[in-house]
């Protein structure tokens, strides 16, 4: 059974950074294409990032480029999406998700497995 669970969300002002992880049970990340989706109040669950299961290389909505960082550590089975320079905007529940396929792809639909999800608020 595979298990995704998200930690390290919080309140935080605009500006700060937070670090968010997702631990992993059931699933070897380091061959899995794995993928931050976020949903603010009254809107869809929308793309976030993406890191490939193939050849590590990294996918990003341009409303985060240059300021969120994806990663994984395969040692300890766990991914991490390293938010800097946030802005209110960025108020969301993110999710963890993984995808069977190697490709790195920005819709929720092409992703089979979900954490519960980890609350960031960022005030102004």
């Known amino acids: 059974q595979v298990q995704l669970v998200e930690s390290g969300g919080g309140l935080v002002q605009a500006g700060d950074s937070l670090r968010l992880s997702c631990a992993v049970s059931?699933?070897?990340?380091?061959?899995?294409?794995m993928g931050w989706f976020r949903q603010a109040p009254g809107k869809e669950r929308e793309f976030v990032a993406a890191?490939?299961?193939?050849?590590?290389?990294?996918y990003y909505a341009d409303s985060v480029k240059g300021r969120f960082t994806i990663s994984r550590d395969n040692a300890k089975n766990t991914m991490y999406l390293q938010m800097n320079s946030l802005k209110p905007e960025d108020t969301a529940v993110y999710y963890c998700?993984?995808?069977?396929?190697?490709?790195?792809?920005?819709?929720?639909?092409?992703?089979?497995?979900w954490g519960q999800g980890t609350q960031v608020t960022v005030s102004s």
């Open positions: 059931g699933r070897t990340i380091s061959r899995s294409t």
């Open positions: 890191i490939s299961g193939s050849d590590d290389s990294t």
């Open positions: 998700a993984a995808r069977n396929g190697f490709a790195l792809r920005p819709t929720r639909y092409d992703y089979n497995y």
